[in-house]
């Protein structure tokens, strides 16, 4: 292992009925769709593997009235590797997208910041708009964890290994992180949802789900600084990336850490 990492999105679902609306605080004047993405990631160096979020299942796909294209534990296979071999796994924050399935990887110690438990067990989940995108049944399995000994917290910036840091950047949920990751293209910020898509970011337009709203706008320079090149912002959510970045195996497998060749995102979306 040389420090440097390859970066791999995996696809396992999809909203294909959304409107631009419904991805700004405010709204937007357009009425185009903007489909939403569901991914996990995966870091791999050496014989070195990090499993960044842990997405949702079927039983919450149905809660949520949502459906998924396959089980993100599944989507693992085609870079040769199984739930069980997965000895890390960052977990970004605990909402029901990024933080189901947990049980799926016994082997594995976790990382999550400690602001973002004490948020997702504390005062805030009293009120309903605050917890409707947690699911308790996924805080209680990191709790568990927790009492197994099996989750590293992190209080802002950490080193998780050589080559990989996470950053606190909150806003979207109080202990949000992003992680950090040298490539061979220089460094990579996985932004999970501190900017559900490029647009998000690119012109300061918070996604409608918001803890923090200074946070949130603050973080939005914070993970372009933390990228060599602004083609190393991976926003969470945006089927863009599918387009920007190569796809190998499987088909929703795309690799990331190859900075892509014409950087213009915004220009890619429709707008009608």
Same mark, same amino acid.
């Given at each position: 292992?040389?420090?440097?990492?390859?970066?791999?999105?995996?696809?396992?679902?999809?909203? $294909?009925?959304?409107?631009?609306? /419904?991805?700004?605080? @405010?709204?937007?004047?357009?009425? #185009?769709? !903007?489909?939403?993405? =569901?991914?996990?990631?995966?870091?791999?160096?050496?014989?070195?593997?990090?499993?960044?979020?842990?997405?949702?299942?079927?039983?919450?796909?149905?809660?949520?009235?949502?459906?998924?294209?396959?089980?993100?534990?599944?989507?693992?296979?085609?870079?040769?590797?199984?739930?069980?071999?997965?000895?890390?796994?960052?977990?970004?924050?605990?909402?029901?997208?990024?933080?189901?399935?947990?049980?799926?990887?016994?082997?594995?110690?976790?990382? $999550?910041?400690?602001?973002?438990? /004490?948020?997702?067990? @504390?005062?805030?989940?009293?009120? #309903?708009? !605050?917890?409707?995108? =947690?699911?308790?049944?996924?805080?209680?399995?990191?709790?568990?964890?927790?009492?197994?000994?099996?989750?590293?917290?992190?209080?802002?910036?950490?080193?998780?290994?050589?080559?990989?840091?996470?950053?606190?950047?909150?806003?979207?949920?109080?202990?949000?992180?992003?992680?950090?990751?040298?490539?061979?293209?220089?460094?990579?910020?996985?932004?999970?949802?501190?900017?559900?898509?490029?647009?998000?970011?690119?012109?300061?337009?918070?996604?409608?789900?918001?803890?923090?709203?200074?946070?949130?706008?603050?973080?939005?320079?914070?993970?372009?600084?933390?990228?060599?090149?602004?083609?190393?912002?991976?926003?969470?959510?945006?089927?863009?990336?599918?387009?920007?970045?190569?796809?190998?195996?499987?088909?929703?497998?795309?690799?990331?850490?190859?900075?892509?060749?014409?950087?213009?995102?915004?220009?890619?979306?429709?707008?009608?």
């Amino acid at each position: 292992m040389d420090g440097t990492w390859e970066v791999y999105a995996l696809k396992y679902g999809e909203v $294909l009925d959304r409107k631009r609306a /419904a991805s700004f605080v @405010g709204g937007d004047p357009h009425d #185009a769709p !903007m489909p939403i993405d =569901f991914f996990t990631w995966v870091l791999r160096s050496g014989d070195r593997t990090i499993l960044v979020d842990t997405g949702f299942e079927a039983d919450e796909a149905a809660r949520r009235g949502r459906s998924i294209e396959r089980a993100p534990h599944e989507a693992l296979a085609p870079l040769g590797l199984t739930p069980e071999s997965i000895d890390t796994v960052i977990v970004t924050h605990l909402h029901f997208d990024h933080a189901g399935g947990l049980h799926r990887y016994p082997a594995a110690t976790f990382h $999550l910041q400690a602001a973002e438990i /004490a948020f997702a067990t @504390g005062p805030c989940m009293c009120h #309903a708009h !605050m917890r409707h995108t =947690f699911t308790a049944e996924h805080v209680c399995e990191m709790v568990r964890r927790v009492f197994a000994g099996q989750v590293i917290f992190h209080d802002g910036d950490a080193e998780v290994a050589p080559g990989v840091t996470v950053h606190r950047i909150g806003g979207h949920s109080k202990g949000l992180q992003v992680v950090r990751a040298r490539t061979r293209e220089g460094w990579l910020c996985l932004a999970s949802d501190a900017s559900h898509f490029y647009a998000n970011y690119l012109e300061g337009r918070p996604f409608p789900i918001v803890a923090d709203m200074q946070e949130t706008l603050d973080g939005y320079g914070r993970i372009q600084a933390l990228a060599s090149s602004p083609g190393l912002v991976i926003p969470g959510h945006d089927p863009l990336v599918r387009r920007l970045f190569p796809e190998i195996a499987g088909g929703f497998v795309h690799r990331l850490d190859v900075a892509p060749r014409d950087f213009d995102p915004l220009a890619m979306a429709p707008v009608d």
